[in-house]
């Protein structure tokens, strides 16, 4: 059976995940001290980390195969062609915000970078939510988005777990449940 071009570039969306995972499991190793458990991805990506760099290379097929992966979806309802196109534009914002505006420094350091990167994750976790409850809504109407449902809807479950996770779990334990977040 011979793949459709949209089924080559599928792969993107694979490509892409691993690009995030690489930079989010291997950049602490360029990162003296960086304790996983309790620090948020974003100190990785902070403009003094040590792993900025790595993080830079490991990360750089993340939001760009992402993209393209999703702009080539241009089939089914357009319940779900809505909500993939508000995920894609989450994607865009995610990879121009937090490339313009990353952290001053590990934490929040309170200056103006500090507060248009916690902006960007305001507007990027709104979209998330919107673009996420959006295909959830396809799948639930229509048979043929099914799947792409409830992907979404382990999505957002793992995004609402790690959120109600950061505020009931020790600070210590933080950097795991917002990873459930983030990923």
Same mark, same amino acid.
């Given at each position: =059976?011979?793949?459709?071009?949209?089924?080559?570039?599928?792969?993107?969306?694979? $490509?892409?995940?691993?690009? #995030?995972?690489?930079?989010?499991?291997?950049?602490? $190793? *360029? #990162?003296?001290?960086?304790?996983?458990?309790?620090?948020?991805?974003?100190?990785?990506?902070? *403009?003094? *980390?040590?792993?900025?760099?790595?993080?830079?290379?490991?990360?750089?097929?993340?939001? +760009?195969?992402?993209?393209?992966?999703?702009? =080539?979806?241009?089939?089914?309802?357009?319940?779900?062609?809505?909500?993939?196109?508000?995920?894609?534009? =989450?994607?865009?914002?995610?990879?121009?915000?937090?490339?313009?505006?990353?952290?001053?420094?590990?934490?929040?350091?309170?200056?103006?970078?500090?507060?248009?990167?916690?902006?960007?994750?305001?507007?990027?976790?709104?979209?998330?939510?919107?673009?996420?409850?959006?295909?959830?809504?396809?799948? +639930?109407?229509?048979?043929?988005?099914?799947?792409?449902?409830?992907?979404?809807?382990?999505?957002?479950?793992?995004?609402?777990?790690?959120?109600?996770?950061?505020?009931?779990?020790?600070?210590?334990?933080?950097?795991?449940?917002?990873?459930?977040? +983030?990923?």
């Amino acid at each position: =059976m011979k793949k459709t071009l949209v089924q080559k570039l599928g792969l993107l969306g694979v $490509l892409s995940f691993l690009s #995030y995972a690489a930079a989010v499991f291997v950049s602490p $190793l *360029a #990162y003296p001290g960086y304790n996983p458990l309790a620090q948020a991805v974003s100190d990785l990506s902070a *403009a003094d *980390a040590p792993s900025l760099a790595l993080w830079n290379r490991l990360s750089a097929d993340y939001n +760009v195969c992402e993209v393209v992966c999703i702009g =080539m979806q241009n089939r089914k309802t357009k319940l779900l062609r809505t909500g993939v196109r508000l995920f894609a534009l =989450m994607q865009w914002i995610s990879a121009i915000g937090y490339r313009m505006f990353p952290l001053s420094t590990s934490g929040y350091a309170g200056t103006f970078q500090d507060a248009m990167h916690m902006a960007t994750t305001a507007v990027v976790v709104l979209l998330s939510i919107v673009s996420l409850s959006v295909v959830i809504l396809a799948g +639930v109407k229509a048979r043929d988005c099914r799947a792409y449902g409830i992907c979404a809807g382990i999505a957002l479950a793992m995004m609402l777990t790690g959120a109600v996770g950061m505020k009931l779990v020790p600070a210590s334990y933080f950097g795991v449940v917002e990873r459930c977040s +983030v990923f």
